[in-house]
């Protein structure tokens, strides 16, 4: 079969598409996927290194741009459609999932519009507007949260959970060498986080007496790397700091508690992975949601979630100091963790997918 997955731009969205591609070449080495994404998605740095092939739309959002920015991106939206129709005649897909991100909508809506079967799966509790859209014509919704299901056509839904990659699912572990020292995994998103980045570095000053037992991964984005690194450096803290983590199921591995967002797609691969983490949500997400997903993180024991606005280097430090010093603790957040892990959502998928599929063929 013939498959294109559309969309990317971040980790949450690009994450779970390869997490279906996989479970599609999984099904089948023969199934051929295809994605289409933007040239400044993460998409684009990516895709290669895995051997999926990848096309692009000119394509951008329409929120927060202002008066002459909205122009400039709604004047692209043709011209992305037209992009898509080429991309979806000459590949001649057997169906399309779009996956969020810039290049979802028109790809899906062109495929639709040239009656080739459509899904989208949502990650969040509160849908984008483009996946609010797409609903209506799209076959199937696959969606993380049961709340979405009042955004959509109730006959389209299916709660699958957010689909992870197999890199992340207990069993797949490959070979991983652990830390002696307790070991923290920071990273803010696929892109870093600013505010994640600064606390991190004020709070080492907290940490001074316990520095010679604690070990730093740290994912800081590309543009703070150069002072993160020289903080850990001055204040003689061991450290790995990187702009972006290419293997981050093996730096999952290798942690005993994450310092992270709590975006939908981390949630998936910390819960498939039974991990402790310290849930610090962008207070920007639309509706809240990432809020709303750490406090059912950590209402279930398996998270401490400290919003941005109470964030600071002090109280960041004692919440790593003390589960340090409780490494039971620990042991109770990792099984609180791994209960709330759905990681057969790529499977309900796929499944759904192909069987929709079959039924097109036989009509």
């Known amino acids: 079969m013939k498959i294109i997955i559309a969309g990317g731009g971040t980790g949450g969205h690009l994450f779970p598409g390869i997490a279906i591609a996989e479970e599609l070449r999984k ?25 999926y092939p990848l096309e692009t739309l000119n394509v951008e959002g329409l929120k927060g741009k202002g008066g ?90 299916i709660v699958t959970g957010n689909p992870v990659r197999s890199s992340f699912i207990a069993g797949n572990n490959g070979v991983v060498t652990k830390n002696k020292l307790f070991t923290i995994l920071v990273f803010g998103g696929s892109q870093g986080a600013r505010a994640i ?11 001074v007496d316990i520095k010679d037992k604690i070990y730093f991964i740290h994912q800081t984005g590309n543009q703070e790397s150069g002072q993160v690194k020289e ?15 290419t293997e981050m199921a093996q730096a999952y591995r290798r942690a005993d508690l994450l310092v992270c967002r709590a975006g939908a797609t981390s949630l998936a691969e910390i819960t498939a992975m039974g991990k402790a983490s310290v849930l610090i949500p962008f207070p920007f997400a639309a509706a809240d949601h990432q809020t709303k997903n750490a406090s059912a993180m950590a209402n279930a024991g398996a998270a ?17 100091k003390n589960l340090y010093l409780q490494p ?9 963790a791994a209960s709330l892990g759905r990681v057969n959502a790529a499977a309900l998928i796929v ?12 009509s």
């Open 27 to 51: 099904r089948n080495t023969d199934n051929k996927v295809l994605f289409i994404g933007t040239e400044k998605g993460l998409e684009k740095g990516i895709l290669g290194r895995l051997g």
């Open 68 to 157: 002459l920015g909205t122009l400039k991106s709604l004047l692209k939206i043709p011209g992305s459609m037209l992009s898509s129709f080429k991309i979806i005649r000459t590949f001649k897909p057997d169906f399309v999932v779009g996956v969020g991100g810039y290049a979802s909508g028109p790809a899906v809506l062109a495929a639709s519009i040239l009656g080739i079967k459509t899904f989208i799966a949502e990650q969040n509790a509160f849908p984008g507007l483009t996946n609010r859209i797409l609903g209506h014509f799209v076959s199937r919704i696959f969606l993380t949260f049961d709340d979405s299901k009042r955004w959509f056509p109730e006959q389209k839904t």
């Open 197 to 207: 980045n600064g606390a991190v570095i004020e709070s080492l000053g907290g940490l």
């Open 231 to 245: 903080a850990y450096q001055k204040n003689g803290f061991a450290a790995e700091v990187y702009p972006f983590i």
């Open 304 to 320: 401490i979630m400290i919003p941005e606005k109470e964030l600071d280097g002090f109280r960041l430090a004692s919440v790593i």
């Open 328 to 336: 039971e603790k620990i042991k109770k957040m990792e099984v609180a």
């Open 351 to 362: 499944d759904t997918c192909l069987d929709q599929a079959s039924l097109e063929e036989v």
